[in-house]
């Protein structure tokens, strides 16, 4: 029974973490990344250069960075991880009407006067093609990073606003704005890795506002940058993309842990119950102490039945009847007989 216990807790997570060692692989196939303010329109949507798998070499230095996290060789796997190249030159200009313009700027200006947060949204978009029904095909996710101070004026000289003596600057510095190792999971939101996230995880940016002349009518389009980029492509982020199951195992990992322990947990319901559901009635009948009364009530009615005597076993099987009925009387009836005293 301790056995069947320690199977039923421990049985559905060694079937998982066997899935997720043997499953295939499932790379992704294009990226794209997005920053906004909270509550405006997008400043920039960028998509991916090229994708790359991690090298030994790579992963060596990997391993070094990382030797203080346990196991993180079994826990992260080569063949897992992909490059990502994002390109610092966005897919379309900045569209935002004056309005709304004026009214980001009013909140800026307000954040810095008041104190009051601005959050920066960085978001990303994986797509895959996996092989199993049990997998999505899109991921995102997000980070929201609160500007500073420093970086708000940055951000307000960039809209064009000259109050705070600033001169024309439109570059915006964020720090931390993406996870740089993000995890790429079968199914839900992708986020980044906590373990590998929590020293020196993300990835700062230089947001720069352009423009094709400086009469301020023409397009306008927010390019990024890593900080300290020496040359200047993209930004590489590192994607630690799931495996998923295969085969016959693909149906029952789509319902997930938690499907998986609630069907069985039902299971073994249904088969307890059907153990235990006669037991009520049967159970009067199987503990009786001296059946004797009862069986020489059943041999008068098949004697009187020989006979030919209808009316009289029609009398002993109603009486039958009236004991089976009566669990008081079946209990009084098949007592054992008390030892009489001296």
Known sequence: ???LFLGLIWGP?????????????NPVTSMSI?????????????RQLNISDVTGQDYELLINKFNDTPQFASLYRIDNFQKVLISNQPTSIWVISPPARQLLAANVQASLQKGTSLNLLGSWTISRTPTSTAAQIQLSGERSVELSNHTLQELYCAL?????????????TVENLFPYYI?????????????????DGYVSCVLSLSSSNSSGSSPEWWTLEEVNDMDPVGIELLVYSDRVAAGV?????SIGIIGLYVSIVFAVSRIIHGYVEELPSLLIFDEILCPDVLWQLLEDIYLVRSRRKFDLEELLVGRLFAVIRSPESIIQLTEYEKPKRD
């Open 1 to 3: 029974l301790v056995l």
């Open 249 to 253: 195992f693909s149906s029952v990992a």
């Open 13 to 25: 997570l060694f079937f998982f973490s066997l899935v997720t060692a043997t499953g295939s692989l």
């Open 160 to 172: 064009n606003c000259t109050d705070l003596n600033c001169s024309g600057n439109s570059t915006v």
């Open 34 to 46: 997005e920053v906004s303010v909270e509550g405006f329109q997008s400043l920039l949507t960028a």
């Open 183 to 199: 995890f790429a999971p079968t199914t839900g939101e992708s986020i980044g890795i906590a373990q590998l996230t929590a020293n």
